[in-house]
T-cell receptor
Framework: QKEVEQNSGPLSVPEGAIASLNCTYS??????FFWYRQYSGKSPELIMF????GDKEDGRFTAQLNKASQYVSLLIRDSQPSDSATYLC?????????FGTGTRLQVFP | GAVVSQHPSWVICKSGTSVKIECRSL??????MFWYRQFPKQSLMLMAT?????????EQGVEKDKFLINHASLTLSTLTVTSAHPEDSSFYIC?????????????FGSGTQLSVL
């Protein structure tokens, strides 16, 4: 079982809709979770991190963490075509980031 | 602006040659840097942790004699792919931890696309 699992997608949503990206992890002891956005051919950029159960909001982005169920999700409200990218979920394991394979999001006009 | 500078951004080389990739932290000292490799449509895979002044720590399955890492200063880590082969063609990304006022933040370089012919 992979440490971090994501559906590779693509996830297609219309402009203005809410995009929901999900990630599950296997190590119940994991504490810190990160969402990165990666455009094709570019390096990842941090969107959000979350440590505590519940929701964390930052602008159009909301990260949700449920440690009991071992999943973390990212909601993007009012999706824009510029949000089209691959979204990587990552967890912190002894100061190393372990990445999921990423979900490709396509926002169409 | 960029916090971590990675150079070159792309390189094409012949099979059997060696390629050096540089990763520099700008305006901060990084005792720890990380090197990742990403194949097309796959996730970033951690190759090694680069520690200033000491030997790098390699992940399982990564050949330390093939991927030479040197972290000779607090602002520079280099990855040398020795005797490169076509299967080494990949996107290589470095990252560095910036510590400031008790807070840690990870910054990525812009990545290096390596193509081995």
């Amino acid at each position: 079982q992979k440490e971090v699992e994501q559906n590779s997608g693509p996830l297609s949503v219309p402009e203005g809709a809410i995009a929901s990206l999900n990630c599950t992890y296997s190590d119940r002891g994991s504490q810190s979770f990160f969402w990165y956005r990666q455009y094709s051919g570019k390096s990842p950029e941090l969107i959000m991190f979350i440590y505590s159960n519940g929701d964390k909001e930052d602008g159009r982005f909301t990260a949700q963490l449920n440690k009991a169920s071992q999943y973390v999700s990212l909601l993007i409200r009012d999706s824009q075509p510029s949000d089209s990218a691959t979204y990587l979920c990552a967890l912190d394991r002894t100061d190393k980031l372990i990445f999921g394979t990423g979900t490709r999001l396509q926002v169409f006009p | 602006g960029a916090v971590v500078s990675q150079h070159p951004s792309w390189v094409i080389c012949k099979s059997g040659t060696s390629v050096k990739i540089e990763c520099r932290s700008l305006d901060f000292q990084a005792t720890t840097m990380f090197w990742y490799r990403q194949f097309p449509k796959q996730s970033l895979m951690l190759m090694a942790t680069s520690n200033e002044g000491s030997k790098a720590t390699y992940e399982q399955g990564v050949e330390k004699d093939k991927f030479l890492i040197n972290h000779a200063s607090l602002t520079l880590s280099t990855l040398t792919v020795t005797s490169a082969h076509p299967e080494d063609s990949s996107f290589y990304i470095c990252s560095a931890i910036r510590q400031s006022h008790g807070d840690e933040k990870l910054f990525f370089g812009s990545g290096t696309q390596l193509s081995v012919l």
